[in-house]
């Protein structure tokens, strides 16, 4: 069974406390989200393996480090994971971007997929999904779906606010995949948001309500 993290960070808490408010405008839900998006990326590259090497300063050789892992790749599932993109390729910028297009069918509630578009070395990276909201899974689900199927074996899956129905069924279908979020919230309604939430994340983001 993966892990599920909850980043309690401050800062993450009070920015995630203004991106919920109903009063909170297009361009600062924007701009909140990007920087809760590199808050939590700066979380979650906490454990990547470093290797040490040496560096010359202008004083003398020094012991030091970088990373070592596999190389990294961020996956916005389509289209509020864009909104979480740019925060996270601020600290990571040499990370590859797939895109994953999903919309949630209003009346099934059912993922379908548009679009996939990833980095041609799949199985030698290690992905990160995002999408601010883990509601039903469906989509957390078919996007980690697709990606496995086109060759990638490393995934974790990062979002602000999560759902317990959410977070049950992700770590069900894919166990294997650890589950990173900003806030766990009580329920789902009647019409699959989360309760309380921010609402719609895509309509938010982008101005289209
Ligand atoms: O866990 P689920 O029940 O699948 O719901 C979560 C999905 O719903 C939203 O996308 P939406 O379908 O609204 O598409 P959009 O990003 O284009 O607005 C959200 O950004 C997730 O992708
Ligand atoms: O609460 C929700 C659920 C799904 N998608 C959203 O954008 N918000
Ligand atoms: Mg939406």
Same mark, same amino acid.
């Given at each position: 069974?993966?892990?599920?993290?909850?980043?309690?960070? =401050?800062?993450?808490?009070?920015? %995630?406390?203004?991106?919920?408010?109903?009063?909170?405008?297009?361009?600062?839900?924007?701009?909140?989200?990007?920087?809760? !998006?590199?808050?939590? $990326? @700066?979380?979650?590259?906490?454990?990547?393996?470093?290797?040490?090497?040496?560096?010359?300063? =202008?004083?003398?050789?020094?012991?030091? @480090?970088?990373? !070592?892992?596999?190389?990294?790749?961020?996956?916005?599932? %389509?289209? *509020?994971?864009?909104?979480?993109?740019?925060?996270?390729?601020? %600290?990571?910028?040499?990370?590859?971007?797939?895109?994953?297009?999903?919309?949630?069918?209003?009346?099934?509630?059912?993922?379908?997929? @548009?679009?996939?578009?990833?980095?041609?070395?799949?199985?030698?990276?290690?992905?990160?999904?995002?999408?601010?909201?883990?509601?039903?899974?469906?989509? $957390?689900?078919?996007?980690?779906?697709?990606?496995?199927?086109?060759?990638?074996?490393?995934?974790?899956?990062?979002?602000?606010?999560?759902?317990?129905?959410?977070?049950?069924?992700?770590?069900? $279908?894919?166990?294997?995949?650890?589950?990173?979020? *900003?806030?766990? +919230?009580?329920?789902?309604?009647?019409?699959?948001?989360?309760?309380?939430? %921010?609402? +719609? $994340?895509?309509?938010?983001?982008?101005?289209?309500?």
């Amino acid at each position: 069974m993966g892990k599920v993290h909850v980043f309690d960070h =401050p800062l993450i808490q009070h920015k %995630l406390t203004f991106i919920r408010d109903v009063n909170t405008g297009t361009k600062e839900f924007r701009e909140l989200v990007d920087e809760v !998006a590199t808050l939590m $990326a @700066y979380e979650i590259t906490r454990d990547l393996p470093l290797r040490k090497t040496e560096v010359e300063t =202008p004083v003398q050789m020094a012991e030091s @480090y970088v990373l !070592a892992g596999k190389k990294l790749g961020i996956v916005p599932i %389509l289209r *509020a994971g864009i909104g979480m993109m740019d925060g996270i390729l601020k %600290l990571i910028p040499t990370a590859k971007v797939g895109h994953i297009g999903l919309y949630r069918d209003p009346e099934t509630l059912k993922p379908i997929e @548009y679009y996939a578009k990833l980095p041609s070395d799949v199985g030698e990276r290690e992905f990160i999904v995002v999408d601010p909201m883990l509601a039903t899974g469906g989509s $957390a689900i078919a996007a980690i779906d697709s990606l496995k199927t086109r060759g990638a074996t490393h995934i974790r899956f990062m979002c602000l606010i999560a759902a317990p129905e959410g977070v049950k069924a992700l770590a069900d $279908a894919h166990p294997d995949v650890d589950i990173y979020i *900003a806030a766990l +919230d009580e329920k789902l309604n009647d019409h699959g948001y989360i309760v309380p939430g %921010l609402g +719609d $994340a895509g309509d938010r983001l982008f101005g289209t309500k």
